[in-house]
C-alpha cells in the first residue's frame, strides 16, 4: 500500500500491516510514489497506490501511468484503476444538485500550472457559463489566486450567483455553507475546501442549490418582459427568467447576435420614447429590465419615460464594478482626471473609453499628444467621422464590433506597441483588457464610472427576478 500520509490515515482500519508493506510518502513526492509501485509490482507483488477522492481526477492514476508511459518498460505491470468519488461530487451532494448542468473543474493551485493558464482557463469556464467546482483554492503560502480568481469570476457573474462552500465533505469536521458570489470572499476556504458556483440558472431552494437542466418546459403564459440588452448579463438574465416561464424580447441598439433556439426573442433597434411607448402597448409588455450599460444614460431615461406613460415597472440593473487589485491599475473618478494623468505618460496611450469621452482625452492631451493616441471604437459611420473630425487618422483607430477576447486584446497591444491603456470600470469586458495589459507591465487607468440612475433605482438580480414572478427566487 503506497500514498501519501494523510490517505493512508483514511484507510487504516482496512490496512493489515502484519502482512503488508504499508509505505506513506510526503505532499509533493507523487513521481516517487509511482516508481516505487512499478518496482514492487515489477517484482510480482500487488500494488494499491492510495488517492483521495478518484485517482483519475487530479490524482495518482496519471502519475503512474505516465511514469510507465516515459519509462517504456518492456515488463510493464497491469493497471487496474478503481473509479471513487471525488470532491466536486461529494461537495455537490452536501449542497443540492448544482452540477445537473455542464460544469468545469479548475484546480487553482499553481505548483504544476502556471498560473496565467489557470486564470485564463476559469475566465473561460466563467464566460461560458459552466457551473465551477474549484480545487485547492487557497493554502498558507497561495493566497493572492484565490482574490484573482473571484475578481476573475464576479467580472463574468451577477453577485447573486448562488455558490456552495464545502471543507471536508464527508468526513471528520466537515463544514457546509451555501452563500452566493457577493458574499463569498467572507467564508474560510484551504485545500481542504471545495466550492462549487452555479450558472446563470441556478438557485436556492430550501438552502439547497439546484442547477435546472431544461425537464421542466417554460409556461406558455408567463409575464411579458422586455430586456434591454447591451450587455453579457443581459443575455443571461434573458435566458434565465425565460427558463422559469416568462416570455422574453431581448432587445439590442445596434446589430443583434444571431438568435438562439432558447425562446429568447431579439429585437434590434433604437428607441425614443415614441416608438418604445407603442412598442411595449403593442406587445403587451409587462415588465421593462434595464440591462444597458451604466452610463447609456439615454436609453435609462428613454426606458424609464416609456413605462411610465404605460403604467409598467421599470426594473434596473447595474453591474457590480470589480476592479483589480495591482500597483500598475489607476482609479480615477473621471475621463478629465484620466486624461491629465496621461499628459506625462510616454509612448502610445490605448483609450477604449468609447466615442462620447474621446474629445476629452483629444482637448486634454492637446495636438502634439493625438498622435500617440489609439482607440477602440465601434464601426459605425457617426462614431468614425466623429474620430475623424477630432483628428484621428485610420492607422489610429480600432474598429470592430466585440466581444474582443483577452489574446486579441494583448494581440493589440503588442501591435500598437501600446504603453498605457484607459478603459471604465462598467466595462463588461474589463478583466479581458486589464489582465494582458498586466501581462506586459503596462500601467492602466481605469475611469470609474457613477451609475446613471439613481442608487434607490438600481436592483441586484434576485429583486429583478422577485418583482417579475413574486414571491421567493426559484419558487
Not at 116 to 123: D, H, K, N, V
Not at 188 to 205: A, E
Not at 277 to 283: A, P, Q, V, Y
Request: charged share 20%; net charge neutral.
Amino acid at each position: 500500500m503506497i500514498g501519501y500520509h494523510a490517505y493512508i490515515h483514511l484507510v487504516e482500519g482496512m490496512l493489515h500491516r502484519e502482512r503488508q508493506l504499508v509505505v506513506g510518502k510526503n505532499l509533493t513526492e507523487e513521481i516517487e510514489r509511482a516508481a516505487l509501485a512499478v518496482q514492487y509490482a515489477r517484482l510480482g507483488l500487488q500494488v494499491a497506490v492510495v488517492s483521495s477522492g478518484d485517482a483519475g481526477i487530479y490524482g495518482m492514476a496519471g502519475v503512474v501511468f505516465e511514469y510507465i508511459a516515459r519509462q517504456n518498460l518492456a515488463d510493464a505491470p497491469e493497471v487496474e484503476v478503481l473509479p471513487g468519488i471525488s470532491a466536486f461530487q461529494a461537495a455537490a451532494a452536501r449542497v443540492g444538485a448544482p452540477l445537473m448542468h455542464d460544469f468545469a473543474a479548475v484546480s487553482l493551485s499553481d505548483l504544476l500550472t502556471p498560473w496565467p493558464l489557470i486564470s485564463e482557463r476559469l475566465r473561460l469556464a466563467a464566460q461560458a457559463d459552466f457551473v465551477l467546482a474549484l480545487y485547492n483554492p487557497k493554502s498558507r503560502k497561495r493566497q493572492k489566486q484565490w482574490v484573482q480568481a473571484q475578481e476573475i469570476i464576479r467580472a463574468c457573474r451577477p453577485g447573486s450567483t448562488p455558490v456552495g462552500v464545502v471543507r471536508n465533505a464527508y468526513r471528520d469536521q466537515e463544514s457546509v455553507v451555501v452563500t452566493d458570489l457577493d458574499h463569498l470572499s467572507d467564508e474560510p476556504v484551504d485545500m481542504l475546501t471545495t466550492v462549487l458556483i452555479g450558472n446563470s440558472q441556478s438557485f436556492v431552494w430550501n438552502s439547497r442549490i439546484i442547477t435546472p437542466r431544461g425537464y421542466y418546459a417554460p409556461k406558455p403564459d408567463g409575464p411579458r418582459v422586455l430586456v434591454l440588452g447591451g450587455t453579457h448579463e443581459a443575455r443571461l438574465m434573458a435566458r434565465r427568467i425565460r427558463e422559469r416561464g416568462a416570455q422574453v424580447t431581448l432587445s439590442y441598439r445596434g446589430p443583434a447576435p444571431a438568435p438562439k433556439d432558447d425562446g429568447v426573442r431579439i429585437y434590434s433597434g433604437d428607441f425614443d420614447v415614441d416608438n418604445l411607448t407603442r412598442f411595449l402597448r403593442e406587445r403587451e409588455i409587462q415588465f421593462v429590465v434595464d440591462m444597458t450599460h451604466m452610463d447609456a444614460s439615454i436609453i435609462h431615461t428613454t426606458a424609464q419615460q416609456a413605462a411610465g406613460q404605460c403604467a409598467v415597472p421599470y426594473l434596473r440593473w447595474e453591474r457590480p464594478e470589480s476592479i483589480p487589485s495591482n500597483p500598475l491599475v489607476r482609479e480615477v473618478p473621471s475621463h478629465q482626471e484620466a486624461a491629465l494623468a496621461l499628459r506625462d505618460q510616454a509612448g502610445t496611450v490605448f483609450l477604449t473609453t468609447g466615442i462620447k469621452s474621446l474629445e476629452t482625452y483629444v482637448a486634454a492631451l492637446g495636438a502634439y499628444r493625438a498622435a500617440d493616441l489609439v482607440v477602440r471604437l465601434l464601426p459605425r459611420a457617426g462614431t468614425l467621422a466623429v474620430a475623424e473630425r477630432l483628428g484621428l487618422g485610420a492607422h489610429q483607430i480600432v474598429a470592430m464590433v466585440g466581444p474582443y477576447s483577452r489574446e486579441l486584446n494583448g494581440a493589440l497591444y503588442d501591435r500598437y506597441h501600446v504603453q498605457a491603456v484607459v478603459t471604465k470600470s462598467s466595462s463588461d469586458d474589463l478583466h479581458s483588457k486589464v489582465e494582458p495589459a498586466l501581462e506586459r507591465l503596462i500601467p492602466v487607468i481605469v475611469v470609474r464610472t457613477a451609475p446613471a440612475s439613481s442608487g434607490s433605482l438600481a436592483m441586484t438580480l434576485p429583486e429583478i427576478e422577485r418583482e417579475i414572478f413574486g414571491g421567493t427566487q426559484g419558487g
